[in-house]
C-alpha cells in the first residue's frame, strides 16, 4: 500500500541553482568557494521532479507502520561521490524504524547522480534530503502555494513570453509554470533565464 508525501526543502538560487544541500563536504581546502558551496551542486538524473517521481513510486508503507500510524518527516544525509555513486547513507532524524529503513532503502537504490563540480572538477559531496510520509495526498508531493508575483502578474508575463517566444501551448506553459512555482517561487521572471532553463531542464509534471 503506498502512502507517502515526498517534502523538499528548495533553496532557489539565482537563474539555476538550486538544491537540498544543508552541509558540503570537499577534499581539499581549495575545493570550496566563500559561501562554502561547490560551483554546482549534485543532481538526481532528470533534476528534482525526477526525484520526486522516483521516490513516490518507491516508497511503501510497511504494515507495521501503517498500523502505528506512523507519519512524519525523515531526514536522510549521504555522499555523492565525484564518480556519482552514493555512499554512507544515513539517518539524520528518524520517525519510526520502518520509515526510518526505507528511506535508507529509497537513497541507496538511486541510480547514479551528476556528481558536484567545482572548477570543472567533479567533487564529492554531501547531500542532506527530507523525505515526509503522510497520510494526505496519497502517493503525490504536495504542491506549494504560489507567492503573490505569480498568481497574477508572473504568470501573465510568463504565458505571453511562453507563446510569443517559444511558441508553446497552454499545456505546456502550465507545465512550466508549476515547474517554477515548485523551485523558483520566490524569484520574479526577470531573475530568470528562460532559455537556459527550457534547455537544460525538462517538464513532466504528471497532475495524476
Not at 507502520?65 to 555522499?79: E, P, Q, R
Amino acid at each position: 500500500m503506498k502512502n507517502v508525501i515526498i517534502l523538499f526543502m528548495l533553496s532557489a538560487l539565482p537563474l539555476l541553482g538550486f538544491s537540498q544541500n544543508d552541509s558540503t563536504h570537499y577534499n581539499t581546502e581549495d575545493e570550496f568557494n566563500l559561501w562554502g558551496c561547490p560551483e554546482k551542486m549534485p543532481e538526481f538524473p532528470g533534476g528534482v521532479l525526477a526525484m520526486m517521481k522516483y521516490l513516490d513510486t518507491k516508497a511503501i508503507y510497511t504494515e507495521r507502520a501503517i498500523n502505528d500510524s506512523a507519519k512524519g518527516t525523515v531526514y536522510v544525509t549521504f555522499m555523492v561521490m565525484h564518480t556519482g555513486k552514493i555512499n554512507d547513507v544515513r539517518i539524520l532524524r528518524g520517525i519510526h524504524p520502518d520509515l526510518d529503513s526505507i528511506s535508507i532503502k529509497l537513497i541507496n537504490d538511486m541510480p547514479d547522480w551528476i556528481p558536484a563540480e567545482n572548477r570543472g572538477k567533479s567533487i564529492d559531496c554531501q547531500y542532506n534530503l527530507p523525505i515526509k510520509f503522510g497520510s494526505q495526498g496519497i502517493g503525490k508531493p504536495q504542491e506549494p502555494e504560489p507567492s503573490k508575483y505569480w498568481r497574477k502578474k508572473g504568470l501573465r508575463k510568463l504565458s505571453s513570453v511562453c507563446r510569443e517566444k517559444y511558441n508553446m501551448n497552454d499545456e505546456e506553459i502550465n507545465c512550466w509554470y508549476r515547474f517554477i512555482i515548485w523551485n523558483y517561487n520566490s524569484y520574479t521572471l526577470k531573475y530568470l533565464d528562460l532559455g537556459e532553463l527550457f534547455k537544460k531542464q525538462k517538464c513532466e509534471f504528471n497532475s495524476e
